[in-house]
């Protein structure tokens, strides 16, 4: 079974650019979960999706960061314009169900230069 | 508010020596507790987890994690460890009564088995 993918596994990117964030979770898990490390900090919740619904975005620092899960399989995370202090790894993650593990993406290490 | 707090930095154990990696929790409500190891270059790797039953859970590799309610612990332990053990350890929790699945982690413990 294939787990969590992301592409890319980095981008670097100018200040003011657009990044955009690539998700596929394991197949049939409804559940979709964005977090990010940022260096030397804790792993944060970004926020949830069941299906192609936001279940929980409380997590997501500003409004220029946009995630969206069309049909309910892969999910995107934009980040525009992007600025200095959103670099760091960006994981995705997914479960199937409310008490299962979530699953780990091998993340995306983005830099903002 | 879910919290947790991994208070060592890194930990240092000779091969073949049993190993602890602590964990604290603080939540509301009744606890899920998660350990995930991640090895240089790799996204994270699920463990173990205790979700309800008996408070000694094992997991992958060799590994177990001990939960007690009254010290509001969960730490990690292994009998024997290997110099493949030696990678990045983060202890999450999840509140079983919040209505988010939102999984809050420690910093990591950086542990080394030393040959």
């Known amino acids: 079974e294939a787990g969590v993918t992301q592409f890319p596994s980095h981008s670097v990117i100018e200040k003011g650019q657009t990044v955009t964030l690539r998700c596929d979770p394991i197949?049939?898990?409804?559940?979709l979960y964005w977090y990010r490390r940022v260096m030397g900090k804790e792993i944060k919740f970004l926020l949830h999706f069941v299906k192609e619904s936001k279940q929980d975005e409380s997590g997501m620092p500003n409004n220029r960061f946009l995630a969206e899960r069309t049909g309910g399989t892969y999910s995107t995370l934009k980040v525009q314009p992007a600025e200095l202090e959103d670099s760091g790894v960006y994981f995705c993650a997914s479960s199937q169900a409310f008490v299962n593990e979530q699953f780990f993406g091998p993340g995306t290490r983005l830099t903002v230069l | 508010a879910q919290s947790v707090a991994q208070p060592e930095d890194q930990v240092n154990v000779a091969e073949g020596n049993p190993l602890t990696v602590k964990c604290t929790y603080s939540?509301?409500?009744?606890?899920?507790l998660f350990w995930y190891v991640q090895y240089p270059n790799r996204g994270l790797q699920f463990l173990l987890k205790y979700i309800t039953g008996d408070n000694l859970v094992k997991g992958s590799y060799g590994f177990e994690a001990e939960f007690n309610k009254s010290q509001t612990s969960f730490h990690l332990k292994k009998p024997s460890a290997l110099v493949s053990d030696s990678a990045l350890y983060f202890c999450?929790?999840?509140?079983?009564?919040?209505?988010?699945?939102?999984?809050?982690f420690g910093k990591g413990t950086k542990l080394s088995v030393i040959p």
């Open positions: 999450a929790v999840r509140d079983s009564g919040a209505g988010s699945y939102q999984l809050t």
């Open positions: 197949s049939g898990h409804d559940n």
């Open positions: 939540v509301s409500g009744n606890p899920y």
